[in-house]
Nanobody
Framework: QVQLGESGGGLVQAGGSLRLSCAAS????????MGWFRQAPGKEREFVAV???????????YYGDSVKARFTISRDNAKNMVYLQMNSLKPEDTAVYYC??????????????????WGQGTQVTVSS
């Protein structure tokens, strides 16, 4: 059982920045691949970013096309934390942002349905 909790959302003007945090329970956080997803009202949940577990090798990082060059995902295994730094925010970034954990096998473009645990989400609203 893994519990995830997001924080850092809020209201920001277009062009501004926010840093989202996700705290995870468990003693083996370093073995989890961690993803960020978002869902706007009336739309399907979409992939934002993912950072893999190392598996004894370097982390692999992928971003959704809509956030490339603006968002940065990172993790601190010592603190059981994953972060999403969001810069140059646009009104279309407005959504509930969720973090998710994959605790077994991870691979590029992994379907959302294969992530094992999800947080409750944090609201991000970008005004014009």
């Amino acid at each position: 059982q893994v519990q995830l909790g997001e924080s850092g959302g809020g209201l920001v003007q277009a062009g501004g920045s926010l840093r989202l945090s996700c705290a995870a329970s468990g003693r083996t956080f370093n073995t989890y691949s961690m993803g960020w997803f978002r869902q706007a009202p009336g739309k399907e949940r979409e992939f934002v970013a993912v950072i893999s577990w190392s598996g004894g090798r370097t982390y692999q990082i992928y971003y959704g096309d809509s956030v490339k060059a603006r968002f940065t995902i990172s993790r601190d295994n010592a603190k059981n934390m994953v972060y999403l730094q969001m810069n140059s925010l646009k009104p279309e970034d407005t959504a509930v942002y969720y973090c998710a954990a994959e605790t077994s096998v991870w691979y590029p473009n992994q379907p959302q349905s294969e992530y094992d645990y999800w947080g409750q989400g944090t609201q991000v609203t970008v005004s014009s």
